[in-house]
């Protein structure tokens, strides 16, 4: 196993080889209680196949990754959890925030932090209310692409669709008509976008519900997304931070289903300048676009869980980034109570340690925790602040209302804890329409995301084409329904959306053959459609006597908690789904004018037929919506020119994109591990470091008109200096007092619901409250040194703003370009810019920058855009800060990452 440093941090691991308690393996890891069972050393040589408690499993994991790894890449810890300042546009969110938590009791506080249990409520998360100071219970609820689990809401294009786009616009008006839904449902916190997966490998299972595997097209329209959702009132939680590379063994308990059992998630082990440079800066887009929550992942990073990770949560994302809203865990993502709560994270999601388990990492552990002095009550108030902030920025407090649908029935009436059937029995579903005219930008971004990819002059088609042959199961309906299948779990009809949770019911989904269909009859033709991908011979003869072949082939992918045709989220293969190749084949062999149209998550291979002469024409639709057919017969008419680029590379083969991801445990029953040895090269910096010609290129698309490049100019503009931060944190602050532990006993009064999740302890007997039979013993050892400090800490050099150093964000180049239509009909395009940055190791070339221009025939224009500073710096791990380097930097303006028509030396830049 090659043990990946964090460079710049190896002093670390010195210290902690003599010193358990700092473990850097795993930190924190122990007590979920207020006091762990133990020390390391007595509990290290615990049988791994004895049957532990889930108090117990969390200390023994620290412990026996601290004894048994150390060669496996490690993650340093950083402590104390900032807490926030509400500097800059947070202020006044954040003074509101702080005037409702100084009201606040403990257990009122806690309440904000945990969920109330899996199905107790009617969203996906829900959290404890403080109805004394007139705080409902904030609703959770998926997805990045529309409403889950509900009624007569829309479902927009995915992720993958807008990123296809490269248009800002469409990213924000999206996202806004998103947020008008959630609102309208009630719905306080929407639980995307997401750029988590970025998209490491090409069949990752939930690339699709993000966007693209280049960090600067991602960024840039997950920060649109979040704008257009907060706008709308709404908080938008950036996700899966982070890593969250791939399904497989994300969660110990689904690998059972794929024949693993092993104890613990897969570590995705990097170092730190691949995090920066890759990972991390979509989420600094995030924060600078000023998102209220962000969700932490499911896996390990660097054999350090995602959501207990002080590197990423305390120091990346908090300190650095200067992140002020909260961290919410995945669902059922929280390993341990105080371990999480030191190392950053700011509320449990759905709030059980387990589905119904009816225990919980907080709720009354963590009143325990805070009575007890094991967390201070600093971190408690900033978790509650930070909730609160978020509430606050978006304008929450004047939109709230209580969800009025129910995630768990399409009933009209229910109980109100569906989990265990109790509560007031009435009406959970009050079948509210949020959908507004949404249909027209649902249609817009999917028309728009269209990537022309090969045109051999069939199209626009002219309407009057007298016979059209509609072939493959992907062009028509899902025999169940459009919504047949649970969160989309099957491969039927035509795919619109992926499958997991990152789903929304349909109202209705045009399929392209419907559409189609109306097209034809309107001009006159005859339309026959067969959409049985084994009726070959049925295929054959019907592309035979049509003037036009359209053929539809798809390939799907999902959540892994869902497996379809062995698919375990993952793609096992790139290949088509049910014969697609051979349905492609069979039309193509009987009609010279097959047009092949791919609906898919991300890129397939298409050596088989690609460059098949009587393949005229091949579109990649991605994942429409429901307004699949009508964005797709706009563009194969002519309405709309069609102006996506793709937002991945289209290579020959699946070993084409490197490594495959891991699909075998290989680290025994431990956590399985995957190292990222290639860096940031994924996607196009992959194929041109090996240079290897994909099919098609990252940010290619074709257009019914032609576009030229000329002029390219390099202005130097005047940026300040860059100051790395020096200083200190002011200490941190408390609001309101702690009272003893009687005022926080289960109120008499109350009845309780089963598996419900309060705040309250048992008794004021802390340890019989706690239900630890250890509670009690020394846990000075256990806590990672320095996580209860309160005392001002140390600025970070790349830390300021928001999104890091405000120094990053300074312009120091204008690039301009004058783009011309030279073709004959009006249509738009996207001037890329790349920079290469130099110096050995560095991709060939990265994007930086990008527009979307609509230029009549004959009409130019001139593309204008800005490289800040981070543009051109790469990250020093030794001054863990960012730099821009001696060597010599190009700049390239041109219509894709392989089609550079412009290029020039950038001047030097300290
Ligand atoms: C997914 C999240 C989702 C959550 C709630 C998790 O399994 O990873 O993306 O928001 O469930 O449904
Ligand atoms: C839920 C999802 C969640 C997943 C977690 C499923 O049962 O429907 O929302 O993402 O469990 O594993």
Known sequence: MVALAWAGVQAYNLLASCVPSLSPLSQPGPALFPSPPGSIESLAHIPATMKLSWLEAAVLTAASVASAQDDLAYSPPYYPSPWATGKGEWAEAHNRAVQMVLQMTLDEKVNLTTGTGWQLERCVGQTGSVPRLGLGSLCLQDSPLGVRFSDYNSAFPAGVNV????????????????????SDKGIDILLGPAAGPLGRHPDGGRNWEGFSPDPVLSGVLFAESIKGIQDAGVIATAKHYILNEQEHFRQAGEAVGYGYNITESVSENLDDKTLHELYLWPFADAVRAGVGAVMCSYQQINNSYGCQNSYLLNKVLKAELGYQG???????????????????MDMTMPGDVAFNSATSYFGGNLT????????????VDDMAVRILTAYYKVGRDRLYTPPNFSSWTRDENGFAHFAVSEGEYGQVNEFVDVQRNHASIIQRVASNSVVLLKNEGSLPLSGKERTVAILGEDAGSNPDGANGCSDRGCAQGTLAMGWGSGTANFPYLITPEQAIQQEVIRGRGSVFAVTDNWSLDKIESTAAQSSVSLVFVNAGGGEGYISVDDNEGDRKNLTLWKNGENVIKAAASNCKNTVV??????????????????VTAILWAGLPGQESGNSLADVLYGRVNPSGKTPFTWGKTREAYGDPLLTKANNGDGAPQTDHTEGVFIDYRHFDKTDQTPIYEFGYGLSYTTFSYANL????????????????????????????AAAYVFPEALERITQFIYPWINS??????????????????????????????????????????????????????TIKNTGSVTGSEVPQVYVSLGGPNEPKVVLRGFDKLKLQ??????????????DLSNWDTEKQDWVITPH?????????????????????VE
């Open 597 to 614: 149209v791919i609906h898919s998550v991300g890129p397939v291979l298409v050596d088989q037929f690609y460059d098949h002469p009587n």
């Open 713 to 740: 100019s390099v202005e130097r503009l005047h940026a300040p200096p860059y100051i790395p931060t020096r200083g200190q944190t002011t200490p941190a602050p408390t609001f309101g007092v702690i009272s003893k």
């Open 764 to 817: 004021t007997d802390l340890a019989a409250s706690s239900g630890d039979p250890a509670y009690g013993l020394d846990h000075s050892d256990y806590l990672p040194e320095g996580a209860r400090d309160g005392s001002p800490q140390d600025l970070l050099p790349a830390s300021g703003g928001d999104g890091g150093n405000s120094g990053l964000y300074d312009d120091l180049f204008r690039i301009s370009a």
């Open 163 to 182: 990123a296809a786009t490269w248009d800002r616009q469409l990213a924000y008006l999206r996202g806004q008509a998103m947020g008008q839904e959630f």
């Open 368 to 379: 325990i925790a805070v009575l007890n002095g094991t967390i201070p009550q600093w971190r």
């Open 326 to 344: 909260f961290v919410m865990s995945d669902w059922a993502a929280t390993h341990s109570g105080v371990g999480a709560a030191l190392a950053g």
């Open 888 to 908: 010599p930097k190009r700049v390239f303006v041109g219509s894709s990452s392989r089609k550079l028509a412009l290029k020039a030396l950038l001047p030097t």
């Open 857 to 870: 025939p004959g009409e130019e224009q001139v593309f204008t855009t800005t490289l800040t500073r981070r």
